[in-house]
Every structure is written in C-alpha cells, then in structure tokens.
C-alpha cells in the first residue's frame, strides 16, 4: 500500500480487511488441502468462517482468485529465499538456498498440497502468473548451480537437470515431514545441506 494515503479511520479499515483476507486464504487453503479445490465451494469457505455464502464476495471476486492468491503468497516467499541469500561462495548460497525452501515448506505446510498441486487448476493468465514465479526461481538455483561449478566445488553435467532434482528432493518434504518430530525446521536444513553438496558433486 506504499504511495497511498490513508486517514487514520482508512488505514484502520484496510488493516482490518488485509486481515480478513488473510482469515479467507487459511481457511480456503484448509480446505483445499483436504477436500480439493474443486470439490470446495465458496459456501464451504464462508460457513469455516461463520460467514453468510453471499457476504464472502464482499472480501473477494471468486474462489480461483483465492486460490490465486494462496499460490502466488507461497511463490513469493520461494522467491525471496533467493532475495535474501547471503554472499560468499556457490556451497554456502547453496545450503542458505536448501534452508530457506525448507524453512517455506515446513511453515506453509498445511497449504502445500495446494500450492504444489492445485495451482494447475487455475486459468490463464493465473496460472501464467504462477508459471513466470516457479521458472525464474528454478533458474536461480541452476545459476547457484552454475556458478559451483566453474568455481569447481560441483561436478555437474547437466545443472538444468540438478536444479530440477534438488527441488524435488526439497518439495516432497511436505510428504512425510510432521511438525514436533525429530526434525525441526533447521535440522532438517542441516541434514539435508550436505545430502545437497553431495548430489551435486561437492563435499558434505
């Protein structure tokens, strides 16, 4: 909302809606996690929230925009792992890579089934959007790849390929990882780093 004014009783308003919109997108992402996308309806979403069917448009335009927007909210935080990388060497950008998308899956985890696979339920240019969000940080880690490479800390022939198994060794995470197990977000991003180098030719 930066470059708009508000007066104190607008910014209170806006506030309040930015956290009613939250409220919709947990409680969509709930239930598209266990029932689908498409076997839920809007008045599914509005009766998890004690709210009339009808009311809920007033907060948004239809359920594929709240679909939309969980997917997208998931793509944006992937992306700003790669924003947030610190600098030094193709190994360390590597592990902080692995324990930043660890760190989004373990955190959105009761919307992963959602954003990892719902998402293709959306129309163009939804899923356009999501598409353009997933391949530039695919391709940030094939440059981290890369760049391992020619500082020969990796031996990689093919680091389009790597990138595309690291990610999916990272994303099936949401598979068997349970909160209060053995493994909290950052050991699991310990274990998993050296698995990482290792896969990509580099020492653990």
Request: glycine share 10%; hydrophobic share 45%; with cysteine.
């Amino acid at each position: 909302m930066s470059g708009v004014a508000f007066l104190p009783n607008e910014r209170l308003l806006a506030w309040r809606e930015m956290g009613r919109i939250e409220e919709i997108l947990n409680a969509a992402g709930k239930l598209f996690s266990e029932r689908g996308y498409h076997a839920t309806s809007v008045r599914a979403i509005a009766r998890q929230l004690d709210l009339q069917g009808g009311s809920l448009y007033a907060h948004i335009e239809s359920k594929e925009e709240v679909l939309f927007q969980i997917v997208e909210r998931a793509a944006k935080r992937f992306a700003a792992v790669v924003e947030n990388l610190p600098e030094g060497g193709a190994r360390e950008r590597v592990c902080a890579f692995v324990r930043g998308h660890l760190r989004v899956v373990v955190e959105e985890l009761p919307y992963a089934t959602v954003f990892f696979h719902e998402w293709k339920f959306l129309s163009e240019p939804y899923k356009a959007r999501i598409r353009e969000l997933r391949d530039a940080y695919e391709a940030a880690l094939k440059e981290l790849i890369e760049a391992g490479v020619r500082e020969g800390v990796f031996r990689v022939e093919d680091p389009d390929l790597a990138a595309k198994f690291v990610l999916g060794a990272l994303n099936w995470v949401y598979q068997w990882y349970r909160p209060g197990g053995r493994l909290g977000p950052e050991e699991l991003g310990r274990v998993f780093c050296p698995l990482v180098l290792g896969a990509l030719g580099g020492e653990g």
